[in-house]
């Protein structure tokens, strides 16, 4: 059985971690990832993706197994960094992590390098890294403070809090939470709603968010007009950006062509 599995769906595509008994990830699982991550960048005729997995946990984070047969703390888990998505920060398409039950460390830090989560009410999430004697450090330590209160996010990761699934939405990490038999469904719609928007304005949106990340909204305004994102300039000079008035005016579905 493949531990990766993928499903389209109408410009969705649906990844599927399978990996008994945690979804825990090695090298091959991070470059089966990635391979996946890269098919949804590349494949024009897909617009969004769907990261979730099967059974207690979304993630169990490293494969703990596969370091004490000599898997190095440090290995190269492939372009995409741990778990295909951490570091692939080239990808042009938004993913959405569907939570399905435990994100434990790198695992907690596969759904932190996604767009948006949406999280089962079993949905639970730490960091136990230095518990472990090792450090978050495949996004967990920037990422977490990015998504939380920075001092909410401190203790995580200096004590191994874990955090439910109800004050995840509390805080704002998840942006739905809802019950394990809706929670694919809620990722669908969510999906269904982003793909409804014109591919281009999407992309430039997501890579204006990330180049402004930390910068005053002074600085935002300058980096964003000054040429440094060539996608905000694609995208307003674009045919969609035509159709898109168009289509209101008359009163009709846009026609989106991403160009």
Request: cysteine-free; charged content about 25%.
């Given at each position: 059985?493949?531990?990766?599995?993928?499903?389209?769906?109408?410009?969705?595509?649906?990844?599927?971690?399978?990996?008994?008994?945690?979804?825990?990830?090695?090298?091959?699982?991070?470059?089966?990832?990635?391979?996946?991550?890269?098919?949804?960048?590349?494949?024009?005729?897909?617009?969004?993706?769907?990261?979730?997995?099967?059974?207690?946990?979304?993630?169990?984070?490293?494969?703990?197994?596969?370091?004490n047969?000599?898997?190095?703390?440090?290995?190269?888990?492939?372009?995409?960094?741990?778990?295909?998505?951490?570091?692939?920060f080239?990808?042009?398409?938004?993913?959405?992590?569907?939570?399905?039950?435990?994100a434990?460390?790198?695992?907690?830090e596969?759904?932190?390098?996604?767009?948006?989560?949406?999280?089962?009410?079993?949905?639970?999430?730490?960091?136990?890294?230095?518990?472990?004697?090792?450090?978050?450090d495949?996004?967990?330590?920037?990422?977490?403070?990015?998504?939380?209160?920075?001092?909410?996010?401190?203790?995580?990761?200096?004590?191994?809090?874990?955090?439910?699934?109800?004050?995840?939405?509390?805080?704002?990490?998840?942006?739905?939470?809802?019950?394990?038999?809706?929670?694919?469904?809620?990722?669908?719609?969510?999906?269904?709603?982003?793909?409804a928007?014109?591919?281009?304005?999407?992309?430039?949106?997501?890579?204006?968010?990330?180049?402004?990340?930390?910068?005053?909204?002074?600085?935002?305004?300058?980096?964003?007009?000054?040429?440094?994102?060539?996608?905000?300039?694609?995208?307003?000079?674009?045919?969609?950006?035509?159709?898109g008035?168009?289509?209101?005016?008359?009163?009709?579905?846009?026609?989106?062509?991403?160009?």
């Amino acid at each position: 059985m493949d531990s990766v599995r993928l499903e389209r769906d109408d410009g969705i595509l649906i990844i599927t971690l399978d990996r008994p008994k945690a979804n825990a990830i090695d090298v091959p699982t991070s470059q089966a990832l990635y391979r996946a991550f890269r098919t949804l960048d590349e494949d024009p005729a897909l617009r969004v993706g769907i990261i979730t997995g099967v059974g207690r946990f979304f993630s169990a984070g490293w494969d703990l197994n596969a370091a004490n047969v000599g898997e190095a703390i440090d290995a190269n888990h492939g372009p995409g960094g741990f778990a295909g998505l951490t570091e692939y920060f080239g990808l042009t398409k938004p993913v959405i992590a569907a939570v399905n039950g435990m994100a434990v460390g790198g695992g907690f830090e596969l759904a932190l390098a996604a767009d948006l989560i949406v999280a089962s009410t079993e949905a639970r999430f730490w960091l136990p890294e230095v518990q472990l004697g090792i450090l978050p450090d495949s996004g967990g330590l920037f990422r977490l403070p990015r998504s939380l209160p920075p001092r909410l996010a401190r203790e995580m990761i200096l004590t191994g809090r874990r955090l439910d699934a109800a004050e995840a939405l509390t805080w704002g990490l998840a942006s739905r939470v809802v019950e394990p038999a809706a929670l694919l469904d809620s990722a669908m719609s969510l999906a269904r709603e982003i793909a409804a928007g014109a591919p281009l304005a999407i992309r430039a949106a997501r890579d204006i968010l990330r180049a402004s990340e930390g910068l005053e909204i002074k600085e935002s305004f300058r980096m964003m007009r000054g040429g440094t994102v060539p996608s905000y300039r694609d995208a307003l000079d674009s045919e969609d950006a035509l159709e898109g008035p168009a289509a209101f005016a008359e009163g009709r579905p846009p026609n989106w062509k991403g160009r």
